[in-house]
């Protein structure tokens, strides 16, 4: 008597899945508060396990083999792709000084030695007869394990390191009471350009004269500070090391503070509103907004594959060759040309008849070098270039800037019915020289001045005089500010300057105080 068997589901087909899982568990376990969102983890992971899933039927299909054979090819082919990034960056750093390192670790000689190990491995799989089952099991038990020990390191570090709800400065900011009362509230606008240098800097390091432009907001009613320096050489701790008016003296930028920005430094609305000045000004009676003129009309959530969690897991595998670039352009400059209209919001806030403090963040002048001079759209030309040079290119986009905010300002003073306060300031200046990485910190006095010199004019209201010393950072402009129109008594703080050196070491160095 014969009994029919029950068809069964090959689970070989899950041995590549669980990679896939454990990766994703790995990169979550070390990144859990960087700001990544469950849409984003659900729509990446779906998408890996659609390509593991083509690849493995693709595989069977191409070299005719059992289930199992196909299966382990694929979980080969893509432990040498999840292999990529890492040993990319190892092999970078362990031959730094050698003269290995313009080859065996750059891509150009790295990434024909994986596609030749795939194609091996493939070659490998054509011609066997062995079975694989053995192995994918044992395979999928040790994923299973990694998965489980990963998962309770990702609770684990959820924990321990918690995300804020909000910014949470640091000690000696100053506050004021619910009963203050302002002297004056005239609206008051910060903006601030990404990248864009001090006068003598662009002289110095580009050959640029922006005498001209700076002379045309002199014109306008504005005063250019002589010296102005940031704090950071690094947007996540300068713009709000700024908006709260103090010092962020961590040791280590992979802090939870670091990790949290990542997430929100793309969202000048929730910087400002979540910031000492924001609170301060809502305090006594102002809308406190954001703006950001980088990105596109399009929302970046309607894209939950470009995002942070997307760039961890890129990073891992060949794709990191140039699809960064890729990324950095969807994301934040998609459609870039809407950059004037963008910039253009602002002018809406001068219709709304209470005091109103704006933050409007431009992306400009900083890389990817989008536009001329003329605003004209260059696709390709900035985005396939990592890092700040041409220096040419950088002013174009600079002077193409100037225009618009020129234009901006003007508007605002012209229809306002009361004089308003624009700060005009940039987080940083430009970093066209990056010094060797060779030891821990090692930079020169000319990149701490480029990087550290930036932009720093204002256009202050008769009722609210400001004035600044010749020598002012960031921490003190907002207080100086604020004590001009409210009547606040903020104390400056000492002038200090710090760096993130290029050389991976991750540790803030205070080089002026």
Same mark, same amino acid.
């Given at each position: 008597?014969?009994?029919?068997?029950?068809?069964?589901?090959?689970?070989?087909?899950?041995?590549?899945?669980?990679?896939?899982?454990?990766?994703?568990?790995?990169?979550?376990?070390?990144?859990?508060?960087?700001?990544? !969102?469950?849409?984003?983890?659900?729509?990446?992971?779906?998408?890996?396990?659609?390509? *593991? #899933? /083509?690849? $493995? &039927?693709? +595989?069977?299909?191409?070299?005719?083999?059992?289930?199992?054979?196909?299966?382990?090819?694929?979980?080969?082919?893509?432990?040498?792709?999840?292999?990529?990034?890492?040993?990319?960056?190892?092999?970078?750093?362990?031959?730094?000084?050698?003269?290995?390192?313009?080859?065996?670790?750059?891509?150009?000689?790295?990434?024909?030695?994986?596609?030749?190990?795939?194609?091996?491995?493939?070659?490998?799989?054509? !011609?066997?007869?062995?079975?694989?089952?053995?192995?994918?099991?044992?395979?999928?038990? *040790? #994923? /299973?394990? $990694? &998965?489980? +020990?990963?998962?309770?390191?990702?609770?684990?570090?959820?924990?321990?390191?918690?995300?804020?709800?909000?910014?949470?400065?640091?000690?000696?900011?100053?506050?004021?009471?619910?009963?203050?009362?302002?002297?004056?509230?005239?609206?008051?606008?910060?903006?601030?350009?990404?990248?864009?240098?001090?006068?003598?800097?662009?002289?110095?390091?580009?050959?640029?004269?922006?005498?001209?432009?700076?002379?045309?907001?002199?014109?306008?009613?504005?005063?250019?500070?002589?010296?102005?320096?940031?704090?950071?050489?690094?947007?996540?701790?300068?713009?709000?090391?700024?908006?709260?008016?103090?010092?962020?003296?961590?040791?280590?930028?992979?802090?939870?503070?670091?990790?949290?920005?990542?997430?929100?430094?793309?969202?000048?609305?929730?910087?400002?509103?979540?910031?000492?000045?924001?609170?301060?000004?809502?305090?006594?009676?102002?809308?406190?907004?954001?703006?950001?003129?980088?990105?596109?009309?399009?929302?970046?959530?309607?894209?939950?594959?470009?995002?942070?969690?997307?760039?961890?897991?890129?990073?891992?595998?060949?794709?990191?060759?140039?699809?960064?670039?890729?990324?950095?352009?969807?994301?934040?400059?998609?459609?870039?040309?809407?950059?004037?209209?963008?910039?253009?919001?602002?002018?809406?806030?001068?219709?709304?008849?209470?005091?109103?403090?704006?933050?409007?963040?431009?992306?400009?002048?900083?890389?990817?070098?989008?536009?001329?001079?003329?605003?004209?759209?260059?696709?390709?030309?900035?985005?396939?270039?990592?890092?700040?040079?041409?220096?040419?290119?950088?002013?174009?986009?600079?002077?193409?800037?100037?225009?618009?905010?020129?234009?901006?300002?003007?508007?605002?003073?012209?229809?306002?019915?009361?004089?308003?306060?624009?700060?005009?300031?940039?987080?940083?200046?430009?970093?066209?020289?990056?010094?060797?990485?060779?030891?821990?910190?090692?930079?020169?006095?000319?990149?701490?001045?480029?990087?550290?010199?930036?932009?720093?004019?204002?256009?202050?209201?008769?009722?609210?005089?400001?004035?600044?010393?010749?020598?002012?950072?960031?921490?003190?402009?907002?207080?100086?500010?604020?004590?001009?129109?409210?009547?606040?008594?903020?104390?400056?703080?000492?002038?200090?300057?710090?760096?993130?050196?290029?050389?991976?070491?991750?540790?803030?160095?205070?080089?002026?105080?």
């Amino acid at each position: 008597m014969s009994m029919l068997s029950r068809p069964t589901v090959d689970l070989s087909i899950f041995a590549p899945l669980l990679l896939i899982v454990y990766v994703v568990v790995f990169e979550l376990s070390r990144n859990v508060n960087q700001g990544i !969102r469950a849409q984003e983890v659900i729509s990446v992971t779906a998408a890996l396990f659609a390509v *593991v #899933l /083509v690849s $493995l &039927i693709s +595989f069977k299909f191409v070299i005719r083999k059992r289930t199992p054979t196909a299966a382990f090819g694929s979980l080969l082919i893509w432990v040498l792709v999840f292999l990529y990034g890492p040993l990319q960056s190892q092999l970078h750093q362990w031959l730094w000084d050698s003269d290995q390192l313009f080859t065996l670790s750059r891509h150009r000689g790295l990434l024909p030695i994986i596609a030749i190990a795939i194609l091996l491995v493939f070659v490998w799989m054509a !011609r066997s007869d062995r079975d694989f089952r053995p192995a994918l099991k044992i395979t999928s038990l *040790v #994923l /299973v394990v $990694l &998965i489980g +020990f990963n998962s309770l390191v990702l609770i684990d570090n959820r924990r321990a390191v918690s995300v804020p709800d909000q910014f949470q400065p640091p000690d000696g900011i100053p506050q004021i009471d619910g009963e203050f009362v302002p002297n004056n509230r005239p609206d008051i606008y910060y903006i601030l350009l990404d990248g864009y240098g001090r006068e003598d800097v662009l002289l110095e390091t580009a050959g640029f004269d922006n005498s001209e432009f700076l002379g045309r907001i002199l014109d306008q009613g504005f005063a250019v500070a002589e010296l102005p320096t940031t704090n950071y050489n690094f947007t996540a701790y300068s713009i709000p090391s700024a908006l709260n008016m103090g010092y962020i003296e961590l040791e280590d930028v992979n802090h939870a503070f670091w990790r949290y920005q990542q997430g929100s430094i793309l969202n000048p609305d929730q910087l400002i509103q979540n910031s000492t000045a924001g609170e301060i000004a809502a305090k006594i009676g102002y809308k406190v907004r954001g703006i950001d003129a980088s990105t596109s009309k399009l929302k970046k959530d309607a894209f939950p594959l470009f995002g942070p969690f997307s760039g961890l897991l890129r990073d891992l595998t060949p794709l990191k060759i140039d699809l960064w670039q890729f990324n950095y352009f969807w994301v934040r400059q998609l459609a870039g040309r809407n950059l004037a209209d963008n910039m253009s919001r602002l002018l809406s806030v001068i219709e709304d008849p209470e005091p109103n403090l704006t933050f409007l963040y431009v992306g400009a002048p900083h890389p990817p070098f989008l536009y001329d001079r003329k605003g004209e759209f260059q696709i390709g030309a900035g985005t396939q270039q990592q890092g700040w040079r041409p220096e040419s290119k950088y002013i174009e986009q600079l002077e193409y800037v100037n225009t618009l905010v020129e234009n901006l300002v003007g508007t605002i003073i012209q229809d306002s019915d009361e004089e308003p306060v624009i700060i005009l300031t940039s987080d940083h200046g430009p970093h066209f020289q990056v010094p060797e990485p060779a030891d821990e910190y090692r930079h020169s006095d000319e990149a701490i001045v480029m990087q550290a010199g930036i932009l720093l004019a204002t256009h202050s209201a008769s009722s609210c005089p400001i004035e600044f010393p010749d020598e002012v950072t960031h921490v003190n402009v907002l207080r100086r500010v604020f004590n001009g129109c409210w009547g606040t008594s903020f104390e400056d703080l000492p002038n200090k300057t710090y760096i993130i050196p290029n050389d991976g070491s991750n540790k803030l160095r205070l080089v002026v105080d």
